[in-house]
């Protein structure tokens, strides 16, 4: 099993561009994540998912929407890039039954 | 917010000492769990210590937690050059199906 893929790894972007970042995961999981990891700030919530077709905000939603079309795909969207979105964006998933989380090895976003 | 909070934001030690990390939280929590964060890497689950428990051992590992004093710590005994990393411990809150993190212990163990 692959686990929590995230699809690109690393990405540069110029202020205003667009872009979507993907996350699968192959474990049937119920409930999807997506962080932000700033230095000094630890991870920060931005969208997450319980379920295939459902999305909620988390702590720091403005400027990104997300899709759960499918039931192991998550994906983030930036619809006009600035430069506060640099940051390494996580993805993750677990289980209604358990709490732990499985995470992805993030994707690195500069936004110029 | 931030409802957990690491203590101390980096420690330095030598292999075969045991390392301890605090993490205080503001609010009412259902469980607490410790993550590692290896070097540009994902975060890995370490254990998880739910709200009714006091205490939790996982091989070196070994997790307290004091719902009075809202805090926990992580003791990671005989530590190893392999144990460099960084600690985040995350709460779930009671209804919630997320966590909220913390900023990190930077563990550093040489050899």
């Known amino acids: 099993n692959a686990g929590v893929t995230q699809t690109p790894k690393f990405r540069v972007l110029k202020t205003g561009q667009s872009m979507t970042l993907l996350c699968a995961q192959d474990?049937?999981?119920?409930?999807m994540y997506w962080y932000r990891q700033d230095p000094g700030m630890g991870l920060r919530l931005i969208h997450y998912?319980?379920?295939?077709?459902?999305?909620a905000k988390g702590e720091v939603p403005d400027g990104y929407n997300v899709s759960r079309l499918k039931k192991q795909n998550f994906l983030l969207g930036l619809e006009s890039a600035a430069p506060s979105q640099t940051s390494v964006y996580f993805c993750?998933?677990?289980?209604?039954?358990?709490?732990?989380?499985?995470f992805g090895p993030g994707t690195r976003l500069t936004v110029l | 917010s931030q409802q957990g909070e690491e203590d101390p934001q980096a420690l330095s030690i030598q292999e075969g000492e045991n390392a301890t990390m605090n993490c205080s939280y503001k609010?009412?929590?259902?469980?607490l769990q410790w993550y590692r964060q290896n070097s540009g890497r994902g975060l890995v689950h370490l254990i998880l210590?739910?709200?009714?428990?006091r205490e939790k051992h996982s091989g070196r590992l070994r997790v307290t937690l004091d719902t009075s004093k809202k805090s926990s710590s992580l003791l990671i005994t005989a530590s190893r050059a392999a144990d460099t990393a960084s600690y985040f411990c995350?709460?779930?809150?009671?209804?919630?199906?997320?966590?909220?993190f913390g900023k990190g212990t930077m563990l550093l163990v040489s050899p």
């Open positions: 474990m049937n999981h119920e409930y």
């Open positions: 998912s319980v379920g295939e077709g459902t999305t």
């Open positions: 609010t009412s929590i259902n469980n």
């Open positions: 210590i739910r709200s009714n428990e």
């Open positions: 993750a998933s677990s289980s209604h039954s358990s709490n732990e989380q499985f």
């Open positions: 995350a709460t779930m809150n009671s209804g919630y199906s997320t966590l909220t």
